[in-house]
């Protein structure tokens, strides 16, 4: 298993309704069509949804993380950082966090869809387990893309 140490001063914890707004400027800069705030807000009260943020020494969120966990099955259905904190592992450190919930929770496989470009998103995914196992044809829009679909087996 990888280590999970977290970078000095970061941490993970779950989301909360106050820190809707950093998490929305973070999708608006990650996505070409971002979720908007009550996306975010709808997923509170859902049963299975991991809803979890990254803050700096400053308590400032500097990424987020949703992961969809039914049965022994999940989706990181999204993952960010914030523009001027990427390249600094932090994405990295996220994704393991991630993963320890998924197997918290009881997870066995886990899944993802990445846009077919985003060659850094699938390097980390594949450094991390995850194999290509699926393209969904024009999955995005804005500008329409393929989507890699990836599974780890984590359990």
């Known amino acids: 298993m990888e280590d999970l140490t977290l970078p000095a001063g970061v941490i993970v914890r779950p989301m909360g309704r106050r820190d809707i707004n950093a998490v929305v400027a973070i999708e608006g800069d990650a996505f070409a069509t971002p979720w908007q705030a009550d996306t975010f807000l709808g997923l509170f009260d859902r049963d299975g949804v991991e809803l979890l943020v990254m803050t700096d020494d400053d308590d400032a ?11 022994d099955q999940g989706e990181l259905a999204n993952i960010a ?20 919930v998924a197997r918290e929770r009881g997870v066995q496989q886990l899944f993802l869809e990445v846009r077919a470009s985003n060659e850094v998103a699938i390097d980390l ?3 991390q387990g995850f194999k290509e196992v699926g393209v969904r044809r024009n999955y995005y829009g804005r500008p329409p893309e393929d989507a890699k679909v990836m599974l780890a087996a984590i359990g």
């Open 125 to 127: 995914y594949l450094r």
């Open 61 to 71: 969120i500097v990424g987020y993380a949703i992961l969809w966990c039914i049965l």
């Open 81 to 100: 950082i914030v523009p001027a904190r990427r390249g600094e592992g932090l994405g990295r450190a996220l994704l393991l966090q991630v993963l320890d």
